[in-house]
């Protein structure tokens, strides 16, 4: 099995290697990361900007950096790999991506893109706090995930959030919680205005979902897809409105 693997957090990035050591147990592995980190990108690429891909040393794995997002490195690594990667596994993000974080993660963007490419993509994530994750208690969970996911191959897109120490492994759906947008304005050191965006919480997390599963101490295994058609509206609508 070929196995390509991105992230958002960068090429050095800790959660890279872990995710790259367990894979090595299952195939192939390539490594096609950002040279810097490009956390919260989504699903940019580069279209009027060229890329460079630059061979990178990291022990044991074959390696480069891209000067670009997430998805144009899922985009170069199956170029210069022929398009014969069999899945794509991006990750592990330093920090969940679950419910509306879908929509701008970097991390589950590299698997989508893959998906665009007709391959699998699977996208881990893990909590952080102010300490380091300590990817030695997350590493078992990424195997079994991988042991009980790759089998399964018609689910072409999931997202992983693993907690330390988990208790086990739970299928959940996305959380949509909804959220109040806050802008929150400040100044440099040189009193120029500047301003934060960022979200506050407004609903209770709901049950069955991938935020609750993490919240009891679990594994959130959640099928994604790329069809952002609401097919329920849309039959509707076709009832209500002839066109």
Not at 39 to 52: D, E, N, V
Not at 137 to 163: A, D, G, H, R
Not at 179 to 205: A, C, N, S
Request: charged share 20%; proline share 5%.
């Amino acid at each position: 099995m070929n196995i390509l693997i991105a992230n958002d957090d960068g090429i050095y990035s800790p959660g890279l290697l872990a995710l790259a050591e367990v894979a090595s147990e299952f195939g192939n592995v390539k490594i096609v990361a950002p040279d810097v980190e490009q956390s919260s990108m989504g699903h940019a690429i580069s279209a009027h900007t060229p890329l460079t891909y630059k061979r990178t040393a990291i022990e044991g794995f074959e390696a480069y950096r891209v000067n670009g997002t997430p998805a144009d490195c899922v985009a170069l690594g199956m170029f210069h790999w022929n398009q014969e990667a069999d899945v794509v596994l991006s990750g592990i993000n330093s920090g969940t991506n679950l419910g509306n974080s879908a929509w701008h993660s970097g991390t589950l963007a590299a698997a989508k893109q893959a998906v665009l490419f007709g391959c699998r993509g699977l996208a881990f994530s893990t909590p952080v706090t102010r300490e380091e994750p300590d990817f030695s208690t997350i590493k078992p969970f990424v195997k079994k995930s991988l042991e009980t996911l790759l089998p399964e191959k018609e689910l072409s897109l999931i997202n992983i959030n693993i907690p330390a120490n988990a208790k086990g492994m739970r299928w959940a759906r996305q959380s949509v919680r909804h959220y109040d947008g806050k802008v929150i304005p400040g100044k440099d050191p040189l009193g120029r205005q500047h301003f934060w965006f960022t979200v506050v919480p407004v609903e209770e997390t709901e049950e069955g979902t991938d935020r609750r599963a993490v919240e009891d101490g679990y594994v959130s295994i959640t099928p994604l897809s790329l069809d952002l058609t609401n097919h329920e509206e849309l039959s509707r609508a076709k009832d209500r409105v002839k066109l």
